[in-house]
Structure formats: structure tokens, C-alpha cells
């Protein structure tokens, strides 16, 4: 699995993108709301994990996270 992380830009909010490894998209998130979106793609124990890494990286990179 890969996430990237957006920056929002004015109103529009920093947003996290998981995707498989053939890239196609499995979640589309509010950073600060992943709770949803997660619990959905059967994640909801991983949130933690998942929250952790997606604060320490930085907005625009692409990161494989292994769940």
C-alpha cells in the first residue's frame, strides 16, 4: 500500500491518499478525519499506525506503508 500526502491550499483541507500497489486509489481522507474511510477498508485497528505515519511525512512525497 502507498500513501501520499496533500497539502490543501486556503480552505480546502491537507488530505491523505492510499493506494495499492498498482496505484489505484483504496481511500481518499481529511488528515484530521481518517476514522471513516479507514474503518471502511477494514483498517480501524491500524489507525494509530497509519495516523503516525502519515504525520511524519512530508506533504507531496509517496511512501509504501506495509500493513
Known amino acids: 500500500m ?3 500526502k496533500v497539502k ?3 480552505k480546502i483541507p491537507d488530505y ?3 493506494r495499492d500497489d498498482k496505484f489505484t486509489l483504496l481511500a ?3 488528515v484530521d ?3 471513516k474511510s479507514l ?3 477494514g483498517l480501524r485497528d491500524k489507525v494509530p499506525y497509519i495516523m503516525n505515519f502519515v504525520n511524519d ?3 507531496g ?3 509504501k506503508l506495509d500493513i
Do not use: N
Request: hydrophobic share 50%; charged share 20%; net charge positive.
Open 39 to 41: 474503518d471502511k477498508l
Open 16 to 18: 491523505v491518499q492510499l
Open 33 to 35: 478525519r481518517p476514522d
Open 57 to 59: 511525512l512530508p506533504f
Open 61 to 63: 512525497q509517496i511512501a
Open 2 to 4: 502507498y500513501v501520499i
Open 28 to 30: 481518499y481522507f481529511r
Open 8 to 10: 490543501g491550499i486556503a
